[in-house]
């Protein structure tokens, strides 16, 4: 049986203000989706330039990545800060990493 890939992640804006929460079975894609839509005013990542992945998680069910997201969604500013800072102390951009790993 073939293992899936989907992860719940958070981006945030380059001066780490606002965060996105989302989903996807694709992160470099999806990450190049969000910078191609710097600016954009009609998503919520493109118009707050949420480009910048910060935090990922990685399951095999669809269901439980989709699960991970609306929880996250609920939490307060705070304990999603924290929840970042536990795996990633200084809120680096993780972005290239992930790009290198997918190479």
């Known amino acids: 049986m073939p293992s899936h890939n989907y992860f719940t992640y958070i981006t945030t804006n380059p001066k780490r203000t606002t965060f996105y929460i989302g989903v996807t079975n694709d992160l470099v894609r999806r990450l190049r989706e969000h910078f191609e839509n710097d600016g954009n005013s009609k998503t919520f990542a493109g118009k707050y330039y949420c480009y910048n992945l910060i935090y990922y998680e990685r399951f095999t069910q669809v269901e439980h990545a989709i699960a991970q997201e609306?929880?996250?969604?609920?939490?307060?500013?705070?304990?999603?800060?924290?929840?970042?800072?536990?795996?990633?102390?200084?809120?680096?951009?993780?972005?290239h990493e992930i790009q290198d790993d997918q190479d």
Request: hydrophobic share 40%; proline share 4%; glycine share 0%.
């Open 70 to 95: 609306k929880e996250l969604k609920k939490w307060s500013r705070s304990k999603k800060e924290a929840l970042v800072k536990a795996s990633n102390p200084f809120m680096k951009f993780l972005n």
